[in-house]
Structure formats: C-alpha cells, structure tokens
C-alpha cells in the first residue's frame, strides 16, 4: 500500500472534525473523497500534505510509519497537493514556477536559467501545453495555472497527487485534458487523492471511493457499480427525493430589460428581461462573457454602450454600492472578489450589505442583526462553531453559503448568481436549489450563470447561451439539453 492512514483525529477548539479516520491509497489508483461541505475532506487533506498535524493516529508511507510535520517534509515524501486557487507566484515565470527553491545551478551558485526553460518546456509539453516556459503566470488562466502546478509535481517527481476539487473552474475542454492527464499518472504508478463534488466524475475517472461525514468514515467501496443515488444516500445520509423542484413556468412583471449592452472585448449586443417569477440561466464556454456581464450588471464594471431597466426605470452603476443600494445582489465563485471579509465573523460577513438597512438610525442594531444572520444561518443550514466564529475557519462550500446568505439578510430583490453552487455538495446544493425557487415566488429577480449544464437545464425557466460575448441562443426550459446548450455555446449554431 502506497499510503495508509490509521484512526487520524483532528479538533479544533475542542470541536473534533476528523474522527478516528482511516484511509488508504494504492499506486496507480484514483481514489475519491466525497462528502458535505464541513465533511473533514480538507483537513484530512492538511493531515496528509503537512499542513497540520493530527492529534492522534498513524500515517505510513510504503509501510512505514511517518511524520509529516511541514509541507516541505510532504514534498521530499513525493506528496504534492493540486489546490483550486493554485499557490504559484503570479509574477514570476513558469519556469520559475515549477523550479521555485530547486532551482538547477551553474556551478552550483548561479540559477542556470536556460537549463531550467529546457526543462519546463520538456515537462509541460509532455503534458500537452505548448506555453513558453518565460510566460508570467498571472498571463495564464486558471487551467493553464493548475497545468503548472501539475507540472511542478511532476518536476518533484511525486508519488502521491493530491486533487482538491480541480474541475471546479475548468470548462468541459479542460476537464477533458485534465482526465487524460491523470490517466497518464496513474499508468506511471502515481497515487491520486481526488477531492470532488461532481459525482459524474467520479464513475469516470475514479478506483475506489471514500465517503466522510461528519468528520467520521461512512465507506470504501469500488467507484464502478457504485450508482449516483446510492453515493448521495451515503453522503447526506439520507435518500434525496427531489433534487430540482419544478421549474417555474408562469411568469410575471417585467423586472429587468437590458438593451444593447456592450463593453469593449467583453461583450456586445446584449438584449434580454427578466420577469417575476423567473429563473433566468446563462450558460457558456469560459470567456464568453457571462461572467463580465453579471460584474456589469452588478456595477462592479462600467459599460461602453446600451441601457438596464429595473422596473422600468433606468439604472446607470457606477459601483457595486450603488447596485446594493437598488438591492441588487452578487454571488461570485470568486469568494475573494465577492468581498469576503476573511479575518471578520460569520454574522458579520452575512449583515455587511444590509447594514444600511438595519442602521436606520444610524446606529447599529445589533440584536436585529444577529437576528437576522441566524435566520440565514438556518435557512442555509451553515456549519460553524457559533456566528462569532471568523469566516476563514468555515469550510468552502460553507463560506459560499455565506455569500449568498448575505443577499438573503440584505432581502434582495435581484440576485445575480455567478457560479452559485461551487463548491457546495450536493445536499446543500439542493436546499439552496429550495431557497431560489422561494425566493423567486416571492417576486425576486433570479440570473443564474453556471458552467454545470444540469443546474441550468433543472433549475432555469430560460437559459441564453453565450458565445465570444454574445447571446446566441435563447432555450425554454421544455427544449433545453446540454447537447443544444453545448453546440451553440461552441458557436456551432447561427
Ligand atoms: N483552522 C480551523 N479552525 C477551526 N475550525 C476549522 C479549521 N479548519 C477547519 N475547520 C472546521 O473543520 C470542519 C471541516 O472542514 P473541512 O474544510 O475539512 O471540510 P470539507 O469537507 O473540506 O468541506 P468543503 O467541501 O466545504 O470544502 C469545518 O466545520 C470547519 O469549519
């Protein structure tokens, strides 16, 4: 066995988080872990690349019994850890990079940098990327990042690859290069810890299966024959009826009208309502403008032409407060952007954009605050110590869950939701699911933007689909397949 981990335990603050959990990873298998947002995937994760330390248990390494007590010591095991937001050096080169603190040496002082290049270009073309390895990394996208943190693992020659969610910001293209990728891994007996929330995946690419919950082992099993329903029933620990309520199909009011819109190199030409009691979809390949156009609507960036109507009247954004103020809200997957406060608490993050509401008399009322972030805090069922606790200690998903608590305590009346569920499992994913559909009945305005083409097709009464900046297409939700929403998003359609 390549790795074993026997009972490891982790609290925090007295709150235990992994429970006695053990684990196992043979050479060349791809061996999942699934489970809830607040689960214990990362923290076993921390356990594994020596991040932190466990409070009890054992980890081998080919047998043997190990320490990991820093990422350093992780390394010279052969550990490497893929994360979603990749930790490189935005300024620096890709070849710097890869070889960042192992730099080869001219006569062993100087960086011998056009050794260093060969290498990089060596490494990445046998990954299928044909970068120039003197390219800045903040040039790249966020696939072509992860490719180079990849490539840097490999330079390490690792053994053990560990993968924290690395689809979630890859377009079906990317996804694609990136299996092709891991099955050329697991042919060279690489070991990979794969962390994921789409369970599709899993049946692809995937050996064997671990599920957590509650910081405890629920099951190991075989990844082939092992259903969707029957992973879900492990990972929620109970049966999911309905996973999309029933699409809303009457609408209402015109609430929104965007005419013309346009911003130079982002987008054009875009025309479209909204109207009560409706979710609108946008769907698209990366770069094609859905993100831009939910940052314009939203005042984060001003437009070059056109106009938006919110009930009629028309509304000029010179800031997202300006948007706040006409109660217009903005889930990003970007929680950093999004304005996350890391260093504050929960409820403060949850009340920020509602402050000016609640601060009538200016002054703030801080029961009605607390108050009010409880209630979301239930409503989305967020997993925290207490609402006191700093935002930064929640799992991901339960930071998302955050962000869209905030509009929820700001009440709203347009929510521009980017990417809403990344991030979020599949449990939450289908109450917050629960929650829009409310919402919308409640005569709000609903824009979901999402790359996962089932949420759009389950949840949307319409989807526009987009294509280098502009709408190309307009599906009703009876006519809505991934094979339409895909050919024209590839521009395959006139
Ligand atoms: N440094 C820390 N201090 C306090 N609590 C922490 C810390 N790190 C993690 N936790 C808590 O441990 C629990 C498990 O978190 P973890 O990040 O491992 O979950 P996860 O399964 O990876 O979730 P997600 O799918 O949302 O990423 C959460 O309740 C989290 O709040």
Redesign the pocket.
Known sequence: MLLQLNNLTKS??G?T??DHVNFDLKQGEVHAIL????????????LISGVEEPDNGEIYLDGNLVRIPSTLEAQRLGISTIYQETALVPNMTIAENIFLGREPKLFGLFTHYSKMKREAKKILKQLGYSFHPTTLVRDLSISEQQTVAIAKAISRQCRIMIMD?PTASLTEQECDRLFRMIETFKSEGVGIIY?T?RLKEVQGICDRVTI?RD?QHVITREAKGFNEKEIITYIVGKELSHYFPPVPIEVGEELMRVVGLGKRNQFTDIDFTLHEGEILGFAGLADSGGSELANALFGRVRTDEGSIYWRNEKVEFRSPRQAIHHRFGLVDRDRAKAGMFSDMPVSRNLTISGLRRLNKWQFINEQKEQSKALDAVLQLDI???DPE?EIK???????QKVMFGRWLVADSDLYILNEPTC???IGAKSELYVVIHELVQEGKGMIVISSDLSELIGLCTRILVMHEGRIVDQILHEFATEERILSAASGLQS
């Open positions: 925090y603050f709150v988080v992994l489970g809830q947002n607040g689960a214990g995937k990362s923290t076993l994760v921390k969610e962390i929330h957590l910081g997993k925290m110590i606790q200690f929640l799992s991901g998903g339960n930071q991030g979020i499992d």
